[in-house]
């Protein structure tokens, strides 16, 4: 079974200071590992993923996350956060062979909250 | 933005009554997901659909029944709500080509139930 763990439930940061969002996933199978992003009163949105090759990925809006098999983790960082970047973020895995996104698992969500 | 739309955005209504939720996609793709959005435990799977009239339960599928008669649109039905099930529900979907998985997601129904 797969099972998502993030490990800080709230990150209270100042603007324009770095940040890391922990994620740490058990499998016994491959995987693909996303980031989600919600802001308030919105659904969630794909931040970035990983289903293969280079074990950095990176978003539009200077999130990067890296895939680390050996210790299991895929950790979201900020060189540098903006107001804009205040929102509860979700890590997901799911088997990299499904079809669906039946067996995806998401973590319990990290609230992101930036000081001025 | 993928076209998906839920409704009622917004509800209340008291225990023991029936309630349906309304997910409706243009994006023609072939999986539809109802999810459910409670503090501390992230998103959590009610029941999903791999094509119209295909559905299968997750896990928290419990007191939770749905329905795809086509595949734009796919019904979650509380029977009987019960004041455990307020939450806040996203419909989801999956699907498209390639598929990676990736869920792309409604604005939410929030549901109360007295």
């Known amino acids: 079974a797969q099972s998502v763990t993030q490990l800080d439930s709230q990150v209270p940061v100042f603007e324009e200071a770095p940040v890391e969002l922990r994620c740490n996933y058990s499998?016994?199978?491959?995987?693909?590992l996303f980031w989600y992003v919600q802001y308030p009163n919105q659904g969630l949105q794909l931040l970035l993923k990983?289903?293969?090759?280079?074990?950095l990925v990176e978003s539009i809006n200077g999130f990067e996350a890296e895939f680390n098999k050996s210790q299991t983790s895929f950790h979201l960082r900020k060189p540098s956060v903006h107001i804009s970047d205040t929102a509860e973020y979700f890590c997901a895995v799911t088997p990299g062979a499904s079809s669906s996104a039946s067996k995806i698992i998401f973590g319990s969500g990290t609230r992101l909250s930036i000081r001025p | 933005d993928a076209g998906i739309t839920q409704s009622p955005r917004h509800k209340v209504t008291e225990t023991g009554t029936p309630v349906t939720l309304r997910c409706h996609q243009t994006e023609n793709h072939r999986y539809m997901y109802w999810y459910r959005q409670d503090p501390g435990h992230g998103l959590r799977l009610i029941h999903y659909s791999y094509g119209v009239k295909d559905t299968d339960k997750g896990e928290v599928s419990d007191g939770y029944s749905v329905s795809r008669s086509k595949t734009e649109d796919f019904l979650l039905t509380l029977e009987s709500a019960t004041s455990s099930q307020t939450s806040v529900y996203f419909c989801?979907?999956?699907?498209?080509?390639?598929?990676?998985?990736?869920?792309?997601f409604g604005e939410g129904s929030r549901l109360t139930v007295l």
């Open positions: 989801a979907i999956s699907g498209g080509t390639p598929n990676t998985g990736e869920l792309f």
């Open positions: 499998s016994s199978v491959s995987v693909y």
């Open positions: 990983y289903l293969s090759g280079s074990t």
